[in-house]
T-cell receptor, first 113, second 110 residues
Framework: EDQVTQSPEALRLQEGESSSLNCSYTVSGLRGLFWYRQDPGKGPEFLFT?????EEKEKERLKATLTKKESFLHITAPKPEDSATYLCAVQATGAGNNRKLIWGLGTSLAVNP | DGGITQSPKYLFRKEGQNVTLSCEQN?????MYWYRQDPGQGLRLIYY???????QKGDIAEGYSVSREKKESFPLTVTSAQKNPTAFYLCASSMRDREFFGEGSWLTVV
């Protein structure tokens, strides 16, 4: 069964304390892996799409990497405004032409000043 | 600005009532989606539409209905058959490599 697991469920960091969030996936074939940020009471906001193992993408303090089994979202020197829930989703090759995504439960990140 | 507009933001439903959540996009995207988000659960797909006048059931379609008469609009009706409708509902549209989400609608049964 296709599955996406995110860890940890929650993470509390001090401002400037770098860390990584994990997204492990089990799918028959990977078409794409997506990272989103969600603030409380808001819709998710797109961050990155990764397609193949070894691929990396960066945006400000965030860097996403992909292997054949998992993806990491590295947060370098986080600031309080990085506090949010980070969601990972996978599109499997068996999804055909539609974009049915398999979503993880998210990691809730809190960055203390 | 281009984006997805959901309304209302907050909605209260009495037992036995049908309610409709609006979703409008001006991004010219063909595909649109409705998700439900509950605490402790991931986003669950209710319905999706890849083109006007066509839509498919997602993983939890029971008790919901949709229409796609216009490219810009994809309203979701929560019927009285939905036994546990209290949740946060998210509408999205997609282009090739990403989804764009609305701000969400909170539905509460009273």
């Amino acid at each position: 069964e296709d599955q996406v697991t995110q860890s940890p469920e929650a993470l509390r960091l001090q401002e400037g304390e770098s860390s990584s969030l994990n997204c492990s996936y089990t799918v028959s074939g990977l078409r794409g892996l997506f990272w989103y940020r969600q603030d409380p009471g808001k819709g998710p906001e797109f961050l990155f799409t990764l397609y193949s193992a070894g691929e990396e993408k960066e945006k400000e303090r965030l860097k996403a990497t992909l292997t054949k089994k998992e993806s990491f979202l590295h947060i370098t020197a986080p600031k309080p405004e990085d506090s949010a829930t980070y969601l990972c989703a996978v599109q499997a090759t068996g999804a055909g032409n539609n974009r049915k995504l398999i979503w993880g439960l998210g990691t809730s990140l809190a960055v203390n000043p | 600005d281009g984006g997805i507009t959901q309304s209302p933001k907050y909605l209260f439903r009495k037992e036995g009532q049908n309610v409709t959540l609006s979703c409008e996009q001006n991004l010219n995207h063909d595909a649109m989606y409705w998700y439900r988000q509950d605490p402790g659960q991931g986003l669950r797909l209710i319905y999706y539409s890849q083109i006007v006048n066509d839509f498919q059931k997602g993983d939890i379609a029971e008790g919901y209905s949709v229409s796609r008469e216009k490219k810009e609009s994809f309203p979701l009706t929560v019927t009285s058959a939905q036994k546990n409708p209290t949740a946060f509902y998210l509408c999205a549209s997609s282009m090739r490599d990403r989804e764009f989400f609305g701000e969400g609608s909170w539905l509460t049964v009273v």
